[in-house]
Protein backbone atom coordinates (compact mmCIF):
# COMPACT_ATOMS: atom_id res chain seq x y z
CA UNK A 1 0.00 0.00 0.00
CA UNK A 2 2.94 2.45 0.93
CA UNK A 3 4.34 1.71 -2.36
CA UNK A 4 1.12 2.50 -4.28
CA UNK A 5 1.03 5.78 -2.39
CA UNK A 6 4.38 6.44 -3.38
CA UNK A 7 3.68 5.55 -7.46
CA UNK A 8 0.55 7.75 -6.70
CA UNK A 9 2.38 11.12 -5.62
CA UNK A 10 5.03 10.48 -8.52
CA UNK A 11 2.22 10.45 -10.75
CA UNK A 12 0.30 13.68 -8.91
CA UNK A 13 4.11 15.47 -9.16
CA UNK A 14 4.90 14.58 -13.22
CA UNK A 15 1.86 16.17 -14.04
CA UNK A 16 0.56 19.40 -11.68
CA UNK A 17 -1.39 20.71 -14.35
CA UNK A 18 -3.53 17.72 -14.76
CA UNK A 19 -4.02 17.49 -11.20
CA UNK A 20 -4.52 21.17 -10.48
CA UNK A 21 -7.46 21.08 -12.73
CA UNK A 22 -8.74 17.79 -11.13
CA UNK A 23 -8.70 18.93 -7.46
CA UNK A 24 -10.42 22.53 -9.10
CA UNK A 25 -13.53 20.60 -10.62
CA UNK A 26 -13.78 18.48 -7.65
CA UNK A 27 -13.42 21.30 -4.91
CA UNK A 28 -16.38 23.74 -7.14
CA UNK A 29 -18.43 20.27 -6.88
CA UNK A 30 -18.04 20.27 -3.42
CA UNK A 31 -18.45 23.51 -2.39
CA UNK A 32 -21.78 23.45 -4.13
CA UNK A 33 -22.61 20.81 -2.65
CA UNK A 34 -21.53 22.30 1.02
CA UNK A 35 -23.48 25.87 0.07
CA UNK A 36 -26.36 23.88 -0.66
CA UNK A 37 -26.19 21.55 2.69
CA UNK A 38 -25.66 24.32 4.68
CA UNK A 39 -28.38 26.25 2.93
CA UNK A 40 -30.82 23.43 3.33
CA UNK A 41 -29.43 22.57 6.71
CA UNK A 42 -30.04 26.52 7.77
CA UNK A 43 -33.31 26.93 6.36
CA UNK A 44 -34.93 23.42 7.79
CA UNK A 45 -33.43 24.76 11.03
CA UNK A 46 -35.58 28.33 10.47
CA UNK A 47 -38.77 25.96 9.65
CA UNK A 48 -38.23 23.53 12.88
CA UNK A 49 -37.93 26.79 15.15
CA UNK A 50 -40.96 28.26 13.59
CA UNK A 51 -42.54 24.82 14.00
CA UNK A 52 -41.65 24.71 17.10
CA UNK A 53 -43.24 28.02 18.08
CA UNK A 54 -46.54 28.32 16.34
CA UNK A 55 -47.44 32.23 18.12
CA UNK A 56 -50.61 34.07 16.70
CA UNK A 57 -49.77 37.54 18.19
CA UNK A 58 -53.13 40.44 18.64
CA UNK A 59 -52.93 43.49 18.75
CA UNK A 60 -55.04 45.91 21.24
CA UNK A 61 -57.00 49.15 20.25
CA UNK A 62 -56.18 52.13 22.66
CA UNK A 63 -57.53 52.27 25.48
CA UNK A 64 -57.74 48.13 26.18
CA UNK A 65 -58.00 47.66 29.92
CA UNK A 66 -55.87 44.67 31.91
CA UNK A 67 -59.94 43.69 32.40
CA UNK A 68 -60.25 43.36 28.92
CA UNK A 69 -56.89 41.51 28.46
CA UNK A 70 -57.66 39.07 31.05
CA UNK A 71 -60.88 38.19 30.26
CA UNK A 72 -59.61 37.10 26.92
CA UNK A 73 -56.16 35.19 28.27
CA UNK A 74 -58.90 33.28 30.47
CA UNK A 75 -60.55 32.55 27.82
CA UNK A 76 -58.04 31.22 25.32
CA UNK A 77 -56.65 28.69 28.54
CA UNK A 78 -59.44 27.02 28.31
CA UNK A 79 -58.85 25.84 24.84
CA UNK A 80 -56.53 22.56 24.79
CA UNK A 81 -55.26 24.01 21.76
CA UNK A 82 -53.58 26.76 23.59
CA UNK A 83 -50.15 25.82 25.25
CA UNK A 84 -49.02 29.36 26.48
CA UNK A 85 -50.27 32.94 26.55
CA UNK A 86 -47.79 36.03 27.10
CA UNK A 87 -49.25 39.67 27.71
CA UNK A 88 -46.52 42.34 26.09
CA UNK A 89 -47.55 45.97 27.45
CA UNK A 90 -46.95 49.22 25.50
CA UNK A 91 -43.93 49.54 28.03
CA UNK A 92 -42.10 45.80 27.05
CA UNK A 93 -42.93 46.51 23.38
CA UNK A 94 -41.01 50.09 23.42
CA UNK A 95 -38.33 47.78 25.85
CA UNK A 96 -37.87 44.92 22.87
CA UNK A 97 -38.05 47.79 19.61
CA UNK A 98 -34.98 49.83 21.96
CA UNK A 99 -33.40 46.48 22.06
CA UNK A 100 -33.87 45.66 18.64
CA UNK A 101 -32.61 49.33 17.30
CA UNK A 102 -29.87 50.07 19.99
CA UNK A 103 -27.60 51.16 17.52
CA UNK A 104 -29.66 53.29 15.71
CA UNK A 105 -30.25 56.56 18.04
CA UNK A 106 -32.34 58.59 15.61
CA UNK A 107 -35.20 55.29 15.51
CA UNK A 108 -35.10 55.21 19.18
CA UNK A 109 -36.39 58.90 19.41
CA UNK A 110 -38.64 58.71 17.29
CA UNK A 111 -41.17 56.24 19.21
CA UNK A 112 -42.66 55.99 22.41
CA UNK A 113 -44.50 53.79 23.71
CA UNK A 114 -47.70 55.45 23.44
CA UNK A 115 -47.25 54.45 19.37
CA UNK A 116 -46.57 50.70 20.19
CA UNK A 117 -49.90 48.55 20.92
CA UNK A 118 -50.20 46.10 23.57
CA UNK A 119 -49.94 42.62 22.56
CA UNK A 120 -50.73 38.99 23.31
CA UNK A 121 -48.60 35.57 21.85
CA UNK A 122 -50.54 32.75 22.05
CA UNK A 123 -48.63 29.73 21.64
CA UNK A 124 -50.85 26.26 20.43
CA UNK A 125 -50.00 22.72 19.96
CA UNK A 126 -49.15 22.48 16.37
CA UNK A 127 -49.30 25.17 13.47
CA UNK A 128 -52.48 23.71 12.79
CA UNK A 129 -54.68 25.16 15.57
CA UNK A 130 -53.18 28.59 14.92
CA UNK A 131 -55.82 29.66 12.41
CA UNK A 132 -58.66 28.83 14.74
CA UNK A 133 -57.02 30.52 17.26
CA UNK A 134 -56.60 33.73 14.97
CA UNK A 135 -60.54 33.67 14.25
CA UNK A 136 -61.63 33.68 18.17
CA UNK A 137 -59.24 36.74 18.70
CA UNK A 138 -60.38 38.41 15.48
CA UNK A 139 -64.26 38.39 16.52
CA UNK A 140 -62.68 39.86 20.18
CA UNK A 141 -63.72 43.94 20.05
CA UNK A 142 -60.64 44.94 22.26
CA UNK A 143 -58.53 43.47 18.88
CA UNK A 144 -57.33 45.45 16.10
CA UNK A 145 -55.55 42.87 14.38
CA UNK A 146 -54.00 39.36 14.60
CA UNK A 147 -50.98 38.39 12.84
CA UNK A 148 -50.79 34.45 11.95
CA UNK A 149 -47.10 33.11 11.18
CA UNK A 150 -48.25 30.39 8.89
CA UNK A 151 -47.45 32.35 6.27
CA UNK A 152 -43.91 32.41 7.15
CA UNK A 153 -44.24 28.35 7.75
CA UNK A 154 -45.68 28.00 4.28
CA UNK A 155 -43.17 30.07 2.57
CA UNK A 156 -40.02 28.27 4.19
CA UNK A 157 -41.45 24.94 3.43
CA UNK A 158 -41.69 25.98 0.04
CA UNK A 159 -37.87 27.15 0.03
CA UNK A 160 -36.93 23.95 1.84
CA UNK A 161 -37.91 22.38 -0.64
CA UNK A 162 -36.50 24.15 -3.53
CA UNK A 163 -33.44 24.49 -2.20
CA UNK A 164 -33.32 20.87 -1.63
CA UNK A 165 -34.77 20.24 -5.64
CA UNK A 166 -32.35 22.62 -7.54
CA UNK A 167 -29.60 21.82 -4.79
CA UNK A 168 -30.14 17.84 -5.61
CA UNK A 169 -30.47 18.13 -9.20
CA UNK A 170 -27.14 20.78 -9.34
CA UNK A 171 -24.94 18.56 -7.04
CA UNK A 172 -26.10 15.30 -8.80
CA UNK A 173 -25.23 17.09 -12.26
CA UNK A 174 -21.90 18.40 -10.80
CA UNK A 175 -20.91 15.17 -9.75
CA UNK A 176 -21.57 13.06 -12.64
CA UNK A 177 -19.56 16.25 -14.16
CA UNK A 178 -16.72 15.59 -11.61
CA UNK A 179 -16.63 11.70 -12.49
CA UNK A 180 -16.47 12.33 -15.69
CA UNK A 181 -13.35 14.79 -15.03
CA UNK A 182 -11.75 12.25 -13.44
CA UNK A 183 -12.67 9.34 -15.68
CA UNK A 184 -11.04 11.62 -18.62
CA UNK A 185 -7.84 12.61 -16.50
CA UNK A 186 -6.87 9.52 -15.17
CA UNK A 187 -7.62 8.32 -18.66
CA UNK A 188 -5.21 10.88 -20.16
CA UNK A 189 -2.36 9.78 -17.55
CA UNK A 190 -2.67 6.16 -18.26
CA UNK A 191 -2.25 6.76 -21.84
CA UNK A 192 0.82 9.10 -20.77
CA UNK A 193 2.29 6.51 -19.04
CA UNK A 194 1.45 3.46 -21.07
CA UNK A 195 5.65 2.63 -21.26
CA UNK A 196 5.90 2.62 -18.17
CA UNK A 197 3.32 0.07 -17.77
CA UNK A 198 4.26 -1.94 -20.57
CA UNK A 199 7.70 -2.04 -18.63
CA UNK A 200 6.12 -2.78 -15.37
CA UNK A 201 3.86 -5.40 -16.84
CA UNK A 202 7.14 -7.05 -18.28
CA UNK A 203 8.95 -7.03 -15.10
CA UNK A 204 5.61 -8.93 -12.74
CA UNK A 205 3.42 -6.41 -11.99
CA UNK A 206 0.14 -7.62 -10.40
CA UNK A 207 -2.61 -6.04 -11.88
CA UNK A 208 -3.20 -4.59 -8.61
CA UNK A 209 -0.05 -2.86 -8.26
CA UNK A 210 -0.60 -1.23 -11.32
CA UNK A 211 -4.17 -0.13 -11.36
CA UNK A 212 -4.00 1.17 -7.26
CA UNK A 213 -1.53 4.36 -7.78
CA UNK A 214 -4.22 5.40 -10.94
CA UNK A 215 -7.28 4.69 -7.90
CA UNK A 216 -5.98 6.45 -4.92
CA UNK A 217 -4.55 9.52 -7.39
CA UNK A 218 -8.42 9.63 -8.14
CA UNK A 219 -9.32 9.43 -4.61
CA UNK A 220 -6.85 12.02 -3.60
CA UNK A 221 -8.01 14.58 -6.36
CA UNK A 222 -11.76 14.19 -4.63
CA UNK A 223 -10.48 14.47 -0.80
CA UNK A 224 -8.33 17.73 -1.76
CA UNK A 225 -10.82 19.48 -3.70
CA UNK A 226 -13.21 18.57 -0.67
CA UNK A 227 -10.87 19.07 2.00
CA UNK A 228 -10.09 22.67 0.19
CA UNK A 229 -14.14 23.28 -0.66
CA UNK A 230 -15.00 22.57 3.60
CA UNK A 231 -12.44 25.27 4.42
CA UNK A 232 -13.80 28.01 2.35
CA UNK A 233 -17.12 27.34 3.38
CA UNK A 234 -16.40 27.28 6.93
CA UNK A 235 -14.24 30.67 5.95
CA UNK A 236 -16.73 32.23 4.25
CA UNK A 237 -19.51 31.49 6.71
CA UNK A 238 -17.50 32.45 9.55
CA UNK A 239 -16.37 35.95 8.07
CA UNK A 240 -20.53 36.69 7.34
CA UNK A 241 -21.91 35.36 10.73
CA UNK A 242 -22.51 38.66 12.19
CA UNK A 243 -23.80 40.24 9.21
CA UNK A 244 -26.48 37.34 8.94
CA UNK A 245 -26.79 36.76 12.30
CA UNK A 246 -28.59 40.64 12.31
CA UNK A 247 -31.08 38.92 9.54
CA UNK A 248 -32.03 36.01 11.32
CA UNK A 249 -32.83 37.67 14.59
CA UNK A 250 -34.52 35.13 17.26
CA UNK A 251 -33.36 32.03 14.74
CA UNK A 252 -30.40 30.71 16.13
CA UNK A 253 -28.57 29.39 13.15
CA UNK A 254 -25.22 30.97 13.68
CA UNK A 255 -22.32 30.50 14.56
CA UNK A 256 -23.03 27.46 12.73
CA UNK A 257 -22.32 24.54 15.13
CA UNK A 258 -18.84 22.96 15.11
CA UNK A 259 -20.09 19.56 15.31
CA UNK A 260 -22.11 20.15 12.02
CA UNK A 261 -19.80 21.38 10.24
CA UNK A 262 -17.02 18.46 11.47
CA UNK A 263 -20.36 15.92 9.95
CA UNK A 264 -20.16 17.94 6.80
CA UNK A 265 -16.32 17.20 6.32
CA UNK A 266 -16.40 13.69 7.26
CA UNK A 267 -19.49 13.29 4.90
CA UNK A 268 -18.05 14.85 1.79
CA UNK A 269 -14.82 13.30 2.64
CA UNK A 270 -16.31 9.85 2.17
CA UNK A 271 -18.71 11.33 -1.22
CA UNK A 272 -14.92 12.10 -2.35
CA UNK A 273 -13.87 9.08 -1.80
CA UNK A 274 -16.58 7.00 -3.43
CA UNK A 275 -16.45 9.87 -6.85
CA UNK A 276 -13.04 10.17 -7.04
CA UNK A 277 -12.73 5.95 -5.98
CA UNK A 278 -15.49 5.26 -8.52
CA UNK A 279 -14.12 7.49 -11.73
CA UNK A 280 -10.46 6.11 -11.63
CA UNK A 281 -11.69 2.85 -11.66
CA UNK A 282 -13.91 3.54 -14.70
CA UNK A 283 -10.88 4.95 -16.22
CA UNK A 284 -9.16 2.31 -14.87
CA UNK A 285 -11.45 -0.49 -16.31
CA UNK A 286 -11.72 1.54 -19.82
CA UNK A 287 -8.43 2.45 -20.54
CA UNK A 288 -5.84 0.03 -18.39
CA UNK A 289 -6.39 -3.58 -20.15
CA UNK A 290 -3.45 -5.64 -18.50
CA UNK A 291 -2.78 -8.95 -19.86
CA UNK B 1 13.93 -25.52 -18.70
CA UNK B 2 11.95 -24.44 -22.19
CA UNK B 3 10.65 -26.68 -24.15
CA UNK B 4 8.56 -25.59 -27.27
CA UNK B 5 6.31 -28.35 -28.53
CA UNK B 6 4.98 -27.50 -32.02
CA UNK B 7 4.51 -23.89 -31.08
CA UNK B 8 2.78 -21.78 -33.96
CA UNK B 9 1.43 -18.22 -34.17
CA UNK B 10 -0.40 -16.91 -36.97
CA UNK B 11 -0.94 -13.45 -37.26
CA UNK B 12 -3.79 -13.62 -39.61
CA UNK B 13 -3.47 -15.90 -42.87
CA UNK B 14 0.65 -15.04 -41.89
CA UNK B 15 2.45 -17.23 -39.85
CA UNK B 16 5.25 -15.55 -37.35
CA UNK B 17 6.12 -19.12 -36.35
CA UNK B 18 5.42 -22.27 -37.99
CA UNK B 19 5.95 -25.37 -35.97
CA UNK B 20 8.48 -24.83 -33.60
CA UNK B 21 10.49 -27.41 -31.88
CA UNK B 22 13.16 -26.42 -29.42
CA UNK B 23 14.39 -27.32 -25.87
CA UNK B 24 17.40 -25.25 -23.91
CA UNK B 25 18.21 -26.22 -21.15
CA UNK B 26 19.17 -24.58 -17.92
CA UNK B 27 22.18 -22.63 -17.94
CA UNK B 28 22.56 -22.57 -22.12
CA UNK B 29 22.95 -19.55 -23.89
CA UNK B 30 21.48 -19.52 -27.12
CA UNK B 31 21.38 -16.68 -30.07
CA UNK B 32 18.33 -17.24 -31.95
CA UNK B 33 19.45 -15.40 -34.97
CA UNK B 34 17.66 -14.65 -38.64
CA UNK B 35 16.70 -11.76 -40.87
CA UNK B 36 14.13 -9.16 -39.62
CA UNK B 37 10.61 -10.32 -39.82
CA UNK B 38 11.88 -13.98 -39.34
CA UNK B 39 9.66 -14.16 -36.02
CA UNK B 40 12.86 -13.67 -33.47
CA UNK B 41 10.78 -11.41 -31.37
CA UNK B 42 7.66 -13.03 -31.64
CA UNK B 43 9.58 -16.11 -30.40
CA UNK B 44 10.76 -14.40 -27.51
CA UNK B 45 7.32 -12.58 -26.93
CA UNK B 46 5.80 -16.48 -26.55
CA UNK B 47 8.61 -16.67 -23.55
CA UNK B 48 7.09 -13.60 -21.72
CA UNK B 49 3.18 -14.69 -22.34
CA UNK B 50 2.86 -11.31 -24.09
CA UNK B 51 1.17 -13.52 -26.75
CA UNK B 52 -0.21 -17.09 -27.02
CA UNK B 53 0.72 -19.07 -29.65
CA UNK B 54 -2.13 -20.42 -31.78
CA UNK B 55 -1.13 -23.86 -31.21
CA UNK B 56 1.48 -26.01 -29.89
CA UNK B 57 3.02 -25.68 -26.13
CA UNK B 58 5.64 -23.82 -24.28
CA UNK B 59 6.96 -25.25 -21.07
CA UNK B 60 9.50 -22.91 -19.04
CA UNK B 61 10.25 -24.70 -15.54
CA UNK B 62 7.94 -26.62 -16.02
CA UNK B 63 4.95 -24.67 -16.34
CA UNK B 64 3.14 -24.56 -19.48
CA UNK B 65 2.63 -20.79 -20.16
CA UNK B 66 -0.08 -21.60 -22.84
CA UNK B 67 -2.05 -22.94 -19.65
CA UNK B 68 -0.99 -20.50 -16.63
CA UNK B 69 -4.00 -18.25 -15.79
CA UNK B 70 -3.80 -14.65 -16.02
CA UNK B 71 -3.63 -14.00 -12.65
CA UNK B 72 -0.56 -16.16 -12.11
CA UNK B 73 1.15 -13.95 -14.91
CA UNK B 74 2.95 -11.30 -13.02
CA UNK B 75 4.48 -14.23 -11.01
CA UNK B 76 5.71 -16.10 -14.11
CA UNK B 77 7.00 -12.98 -15.58
CA UNK B 78 9.20 -12.72 -12.19
CA UNK B 79 11.31 -15.70 -13.49
CA UNK B 80 11.73 -14.41 -16.65
CA UNK B 81 14.19 -10.85 -17.82
CA UNK B 82 13.94 -9.29 -20.48
CA UNK B 83 16.03 -6.97 -22.43
CA UNK B 84 14.92 -4.83 -24.94
CA UNK B 85 17.15 -3.18 -27.84
CA UNK B 86 16.04 0.62 -26.86
CA UNK B 87 16.38 0.16 -23.08
CA UNK B 88 12.70 0.62 -22.05
CA UNK B 89 14.21 2.69 -19.24
CA UNK B 90 11.53 5.53 -17.22
CA UNK B 91 13.08 9.04 -18.24
CA UNK B 92 11.64 10.32 -15.03
CA UNK B 93 13.18 7.65 -12.57
CA UNK B 94 17.39 7.34 -12.16
CA UNK B 95 19.07 4.77 -12.59
CA UNK B 96 18.99 3.41 -9.32
CA UNK B 97 15.01 4.07 -9.26
CA UNK B 98 14.87 1.86 -12.68
CA UNK B 99 16.49 -1.23 -11.40
CA UNK B 100 14.59 -1.12 -8.27
CA UNK B 101 11.58 -0.94 -9.95
CA UNK B 102 11.82 -4.82 -10.97
CA UNK B 103 11.93 -5.06 -7.02
CA UNK B 104 9.16 -2.50 -6.48
CA UNK B 105 6.70 -4.66 -8.34
CA UNK B 106 8.03 -7.77 -6.55
CA UNK B 107 6.95 -5.79 -3.17
CA UNK B 108 9.83 -6.50 -1.34
CA UNK B 109 11.01 -4.46 1.55
CA UNK B 110 12.68 -1.02 0.77
CA UNK B 111 16.18 -2.69 2.65
CA UNK B 112 16.35 -5.82 0.50
CA UNK B 113 15.52 -3.25 -2.35
CA UNK B 114 18.52 -1.16 -1.50
CA UNK B 115 20.99 -4.43 -1.18
CA UNK B 116 20.21 -5.80 -4.01
CA UNK B 117 19.98 -2.63 -6.24
CA UNK B 118 23.46 -2.02 -4.77
CA UNK B 119 25.10 -5.16 -5.52
CA UNK B 120 23.67 -5.94 -9.33
CA UNK B 121 24.38 -1.80 -10.15
CA UNK B 122 27.88 -3.06 -8.96
CA UNK B 123 28.28 -6.16 -10.84
CA UNK B 124 27.10 -4.40 -13.77
CA UNK B 125 29.79 -1.40 -13.08
CA UNK B 126 27.53 1.45 -13.28
CA UNK B 127 27.09 1.55 -9.50
CA UNK B 128 28.52 5.34 -9.60
CA UNK B 129 26.29 6.54 -12.62
CA UNK B 130 22.89 5.23 -9.88
CA UNK B 131 21.97 8.98 -9.69
CA UNK B 132 21.85 9.84 -13.14
CA UNK B 133 18.63 9.64 -15.29
CA UNK B 134 18.66 8.06 -18.73
CA UNK B 135 19.15 10.83 -20.75
CA UNK B 136 22.23 11.78 -18.80
CA UNK B 137 23.82 7.99 -19.77
CA UNK B 138 25.67 6.34 -23.05
CA UNK B 139 24.09 3.57 -25.14
CA UNK B 140 26.34 1.39 -22.93
CA UNK B 141 25.49 2.55 -19.69
CA UNK B 142 21.55 2.81 -20.58
CA UNK B 143 21.65 -1.36 -21.77
CA UNK B 144 23.65 -2.00 -18.55
CA UNK B 145 21.35 -0.35 -16.89
CA UNK B 146 18.25 -2.65 -18.83
CA UNK B 147 20.57 -5.91 -18.28
CA UNK B 148 21.09 -5.38 -14.15
CA UNK B 149 17.14 -4.36 -14.38
CA UNK B 150 16.36 -7.71 -15.74
CA UNK B 151 18.83 -9.56 -13.37
CA UNK B 152 18.22 -7.53 -10.40
CA UNK B 153 15.41 -9.82 -9.11
CA UNK B 154 17.77 -13.20 -9.67
CA UNK B 155 15.33 -14.63 -12.95
CA UNK B 156 16.27 -18.23 -14.35
CA UNK B 157 16.32 -17.15 -17.57
CA UNK B 158 17.15 -13.59 -19.55
CA UNK B 159 15.81 -12.56 -23.02
CA UNK B 160 17.92 -10.32 -24.78
CA UNK B 161 15.61 -8.36 -28.09
CA UNK B 162 19.05 -7.29 -29.97
CA UNK B 163 20.41 -6.02 -26.95
CA UNK B 164 23.34 -4.19 -29.26
CA UNK B 165 21.45 -3.34 -31.99
CA UNK B 166 21.70 0.45 -31.20
CA UNK B 167 25.16 0.15 -29.73
CA UNK B 168 28.20 0.89 -31.32
CA UNK B 169 30.85 -2.38 -31.74
CA UNK B 170 33.24 -1.72 -28.96
CA UNK B 171 29.90 -0.99 -26.84
CA UNK B 172 28.01 -3.83 -27.98
CA UNK B 173 30.94 -6.51 -27.08
CA UNK B 174 30.92 -4.59 -23.75
CA UNK B 175 27.22 -5.90 -23.13
CA UNK B 176 27.85 -9.11 -24.71
CA UNK B 177 30.22 -9.86 -22.14
CA UNK B 178 28.16 -9.04 -19.48
CA UNK B 179 25.18 -10.90 -21.07
CA UNK B 180 28.33 -13.95 -21.69
CA UNK B 181 29.39 -13.48 -17.44
CA UNK B 182 25.68 -13.66 -16.85
CA UNK B 183 25.29 -16.66 -18.18
CA UNK B 184 28.17 -17.92 -16.08
CA UNK B 185 26.43 -17.82 -12.91
CA UNK B 186 23.76 -20.38 -13.92
CA UNK B 187 21.69 -18.15 -15.80
CA UNK B 188 19.75 -19.26 -19.12
CA UNK B 189 20.10 -16.81 -21.83
CA UNK B 190 18.23 -16.42 -25.34
CA UNK B 191 19.89 -13.76 -27.31
CA UNK B 192 17.80 -12.25 -30.20
CA UNK B 193 20.38 -10.67 -32.99
CA UNK B 194 21.31 -10.68 -36.29
CA UNK B 195 24.86 -9.39 -35.74
CA UNK B 196 27.22 -12.13 -37.14
CA UNK B 197 30.35 -10.98 -36.08
CA UNK B 198 29.14 -11.34 -32.06
CA UNK B 199 27.76 -15.06 -32.48
CA UNK B 200 30.59 -16.26 -34.85
CA UNK B 201 33.07 -15.26 -32.21
CA UNK B 202 31.16 -16.04 -29.06
CA UNK B 203 30.88 -19.36 -30.35
CA UNK B 204 27.84 -20.26 -28.53
CA UNK B 205 24.02 -22.23 -29.50
CA UNK B 206 22.75 -20.96 -32.73
CA UNK B 207 19.19 -21.37 -33.80
CA UNK B 208 18.63 -19.60 -37.13
CA UNK B 209 14.96 -18.88 -38.09
CA UNK B 210 13.54 -18.03 -41.59
CA UNK B 211 9.89 -17.25 -42.12
CA UNK B 212 9.08 -18.75 -38.74
CA UNK B 213 10.41 -22.03 -38.69
CA UNK B 214 13.75 -23.14 -37.29
CA UNK B 215 15.71 -23.73 -40.46
CA UNK B 216 19.16 -25.01 -38.44
CA UNK B 217 20.36 -25.45 -34.68
CA UNK B 218 23.74 -25.90 -34.03
CA UNK B 219 26.14 -26.08 -30.55
CA UNK B 220 28.54 -23.66 -31.51
CA UNK B 221 27.25 -22.49 -34.49
CA UNK B 222 28.22 -20.34 -37.07
CA UNK B 223 25.73 -17.45 -38.58
CA UNK B 224 26.41 -16.73 -42.03
Given amino acids: ?291 | MIIFNSVSKRFGSTFALDNINLEVKQGEFVFIVGPSGAGKSTLLRTLTREILPTSGKITVGGVDTTKIKTSDIPLFRRKVGVVFQDFKLLDDRTVFENVALTLEVQDKSDEEILKSVEHTLKLVEIWDKRNLFPRQLSGGEAQRTAIARAIVGKPDVVLADEPTGDLDPKTAWGVIQLLNEINSWGTTILMATHNQEIVNTLKRRVVIIKAGKITKDSKEGKYE
Fill in chain 1, 1 to 291: MSRAVSFAKRNIRRTPFQALAASMVMFLTFLALMIFIILAAGSQTALRYFESKPQVIAFFKEGTTDTDVSAIENALQQETRVTNTKFVSKEDALQIYREKNKSDPALLELVTANILPASLEISTQTPQDLQGIAEILKKEPVVSDVIVPEDVVQTLTQVTGIIRVVGGATVGFLMIFATLVIVMIIGFKIRLKRNEIEIMRLLGASSSFIRSPFILEGIFYGVAGAILAWIISYGLLWYFTPFLQGYLGEVKLLPVNPLFMLALLGGSLFLACFVGGLGSIAAVRRYLKIQ
